[in-house]
């Protein structure tokens, strides 16, 4: 199950709305990982616009709720064009901030608006293999393991090879997400869950799962390079 929202406009386009938030990641007092804004911007419209591809959809703007503060609008904008320069990709940024009322907390809420023309669901009726590639990250690991966070760069790149479906893995973890893909039942390889508890949080979405026909299987080895995650 995907978490984009897929709205049919026309006969030939569909609207694709994905969203991702985060709460007590930031500069305040109060908040469980301090980071710069930048940063939570940037891992906020990481999640977001790697669901809106996942589908198909062509990312053409994002919209920050922004529980931060004023002072925080800036920092998120930062990391939000650090993620559409990883994908040569640029686009307007809106949204709204909350200067009334301020939090002990920081909170974020993103939205990436896309389109998809109809018919570009990605269909899998060939004989495949799934792989891991990035690890799952959450937290202040993020910061200290950056080698091993997927790039945007190499994940659009993966999206756009015929015949591939990538999922991006979220908080409920590899083993929740691989069900998604899976047409065997046979669950999460040894080879995989020997390296990387698939059952950890990847809140940002640091690792993602590749479905892909096994000709490809020498290109996705080529592009990935050691951030695919074990080997038969």
């Known amino acids: 199950m995907r978490d984009s929202l897929v709205l049919p406009i026309s006969e ?3 609207l694709i709305i994905s969203s991702d938030n985060s709460g007590g990641i930031g500069l305040k007092e109060n908040d469980f990982v301090r980071v710069p804004y ?17 589908v198909g959809g062509n990312p053409l703007s994002v919209v920050l709720h922004n529980f931060c503060g004023d002072e ?14 990883e994908l040569a990709m640029d686009f307007p940024i809106t949204g709204s901030t909350e200067t009334n009322m301020p939090l002990l907390q920081s909170a974020l809420g993103l939205i990436v608006i ?13 004989p495949r293999k799934i792989s891991l590639i990035g690890r799952p990250l959450v937290g202040e690991d993020v910061l200290k393991q950056q080698e091993w966070v997927a790039p945007l760069s190499l994940y659009k790149s993966l999206c756009e090879l015929e015949g591939v479906e990538a999922l991006p893995v ?17 669950g999460v390889p040894a080879y995989i869950s020997n390296i990387v508890d698939i059952e950890k949080s990847s809140g940002p979405s640091t690792c993602f799962l590749l479905a892909y026909p096994i000709h490809l299987e020498e290109e996705i080895k080529r592009q990935a390079g050691p951030l695919l995650v074990g080997e038969e």
Request: glycine share 14%; aromatic share 10%.
């Open 12 to 14: 030939s386009e569909s």
């Open 38 to 54: 930048e940063i939570v911007g940037y891992y906020s419209f990481r999640v977001a616009v790697m669901e809106c591809l996942s």
């Open 72 to 85: 925080a609008w800036e920092g998120l904008s930062r990391g939000v064009k650090q993620g559409l320069a």
């Open 114 to 126: 896309g389109k998809r023309r109809n018919g570009r669901e990605k269909q899998q009726n060939h």
């Open 170 to 186: 979220g908080s409920k973890g590899i083993a929740y997400e691989w069900r998604q893909l899976d047409r065997s039942g046979e």
